[in-house]
């Protein structure tokens, strides 16, 4: 890891130890003759909140970008000046020479090396030009509305996990003569605070769960003052149409999570999809079959009403052109 100058685990940084991959590589370790300690700390807070480590993770994109991009540009520097060696031997050299004497074979591998040592910069010029794209690309995606919805929808799902492991399980313990649902055998199932270990770790992943969590949100919250908007289930009815892979699909049902469309594939390329639409390209179904867009995914909304002014506007100027013909 450039930036802290050690080995270490990818994206691990500000994270809970990756226990497994750790154990890996010690028992690697001793199995390579040497002596291993293993040391983990989980319950320790980061120095800093989530709000900076974000910002120094940008830091570092920006860097690497940077870098791709200086990359690229020496590449090119190179391959023009290679190029440049090859076009002056290439021009003095007369049409039909034949490679006659050693001097006459060295200077044609001198020209031709130049060349080759030029296609293979343009080579690198590629690679670092397309790593660039690909770090500004995955910037673009981790920042979108669309992604930032899903990541914390999937961390309010770890963070229900989490709270779920601090109030504890229920499992099958010695029967102490305390309270519990059942008793069979000398066991009671009742529920079982965590062990103190367990417990100091996970409250450590909550606090920095939460703390991920409030800046995602924040995040939503300027987006949306901003004017972007976050669709839900009040933003849509029966009939309504919901846009996605720039196809407007007909909606059937409305979910607390998504919609339900008709089977997606059939709309492919048609610009506009409905049910009648479906039950004719699929005449042999019983019922029409379905897919499910979540209010994460969406692309737009419109009305029923506003997809049929569109529909007779196509109609009306298809039949006009039919009859010019």
Do not use: C
Request: positive net charge; without cysteine; proline residues 3%.
């Amino acid at each position: 890891m450039r930036s802290i100058g050690r080995i270490g685990l990818q994206r691990s940084r500000f994270k809970a130890a990756k226990r497994y991959e750790i154990e890996q590589a010690a028992r690697a370790l001793r199995a390579a003759g040497h002596d291993v300690q293993v040391d983990i700390d989980d319950t320790t807070l980061p120095a800093t909140g989530f709000a900076e480590q974000e910002a120094e993770r940008v830091q570092r994109a920006d860097q690497r970008t940077d870098r791709y991009g200086d990359y690229a540009g020496k590449a090119a520097a190179r391959s023009e000046a290679a190029y440049e060696r090859y076009r002056q031997s290439a021009d003095s050299w007369p049409l039909g020479q034949p490679l006659i004497s050693d001097s006459a074979r060295a200077a044609h591998r001198r020209m031709m090396a130049a060349h080759d040592a030029s296609m293979a910069e343009q080579d690198k010029v590629r690679y670092w030009a397309g790593r660039r794209r690909a770090a500004q690309a995955h910037q673009r995606h981790r920042e979108a509305l669309p992604t930032v919805l899903r990541r914390i929808e999937r961390l309010e799902q770890q963070r229900r996990r989490l709270v779920r492991l601090l109030e504890g399980e229920y499992r099958w313990v010695h029967d102490d003569g305390g309270p519990a649902l059942m008793r069979r055998g000398g066991e009671i199932y009742r529920k079982v605070a965590p062990a103190p270990a367990d417990a100091g770790r996970w409250t450590a992943d909550l606090i920095q769960l939460d703390g991920e969590l409030g800046y995602w949100r924040d995040v939503v919250t300027d987006r949306q003052k901003a004017g972007q908007k976050v669709w839900g289930k009040d933003d849509f009815s029966v009939g309504d149409f919901v846009k996605r892979h720039g196809t407007w699909f007909e909606v059937m049902r409305v979910n607390s999570k998504s919609v339900t469309v008709p089977w997606m594939i059939g709309g492919v390329t048609r610009g506009i999809y409905t049910v009648a639409d479906a039950r004719r390209q699929f005449p042999q179904d019983k019922k029409v079959s379905t897919d499910t867009i979540p209010y994460n995914k969406v692309e737009g909304r419109a009305s029923a009403q506003e997809v049929r002014e569109v529909l007779t506007r196509a109609n009306s100027e298809k039949r006009h052109f039919d009859s010019g013909n």
